[in-house]
């Protein structure tokens, strides 16, 4: 996998993390408002962006990011992405 696809992976499932953590909090948590929409903001601008990048990988110029750093934000993307829609998920299904 390509580091800079990796890169725009990890955002995206940053983004998609965020975005579901926000929309299952209104639906079904008690956090306050303010920290939604800040969720759900943050979440569509990452998901916006990791796609971007995703459709396109050469939008990030390799001489701006290291190969290192674009892996370590990949890979963190994804696990903390992988890990606030299980949270999401698991804040549904608690719910019903």
Not at 46 to 62: A, C, K, Q
């Amino acid at each position: 996998m390509n580091d800079r696809f990796r890169y725009g992976l990890g955002v995206l499932m940053l983004g998609l993390g965020n975005l579901s953590l926000g929309v299952s909090q209104q639906l079904f948590g008690e956090q306050p408002t303010v920290t939604i929409v800040l969720e759900v903001g943050v979440g569509a601008i990452l998901t916006l962006f990791g796609g971007l990048v995703v459709n396109n990988p050469e939008r990030i110029d390799p001489e701006q990011l290291s190969p290192r750093m674009l892996t370590l934000v990949g890979w963190l993307g994804i696990a903390l992405g992988i890990g606030m829609l299980a949270w999401a998920a698991t804040l549904v299904v608690t719910s019903l």
